[in-house]
């Protein structure tokens, strides 16, 4: 769904895929507060340069899967994407 509906806005033109990375994490963000304050998980404190290099990965994650849907096909997204896990482990 969600990868389908990017694709579609990069074909009609929507080239800000910042932009789009930020608004997934706000969501993102809103959604987890909804859990947490809803009492589905507990917030557990940890060393803020633990939590930053994960951070750090997670967002160039995100960015670098957003610029390869704007430039390929959905199926060889979704084939690089599924082969990132043998590659790295």
């Known amino acids: 769904g969600i990868v389908w509906m990017n694709k579609a806005a990069s074909n009609m033109g929507f080239t800000w895929t910042t932009s789009l990375t930020c608004l997934h994490f706000l969501f993102t963000y809103l959604g987890l507060e909804l859990c947490a304050t809803a009492g589905m998980f507990e917030r557990k404190a940890l060393p ?42």
């Not at 994650?61 to 599924?82: E, P, T, W």
């Open 48 to 89: 803020a340069m633990e939590v930053i290099r994960v951070s750090l990965a997670f967002c160039g994650f995100v960015v670098f899967n957003n610029l390869s849907l704007q430039y390929n096909a959905v199926g060889l997204y979704q084939l690089l994407k599924v082969l990132t896990t043998p590659v790295i482990a």
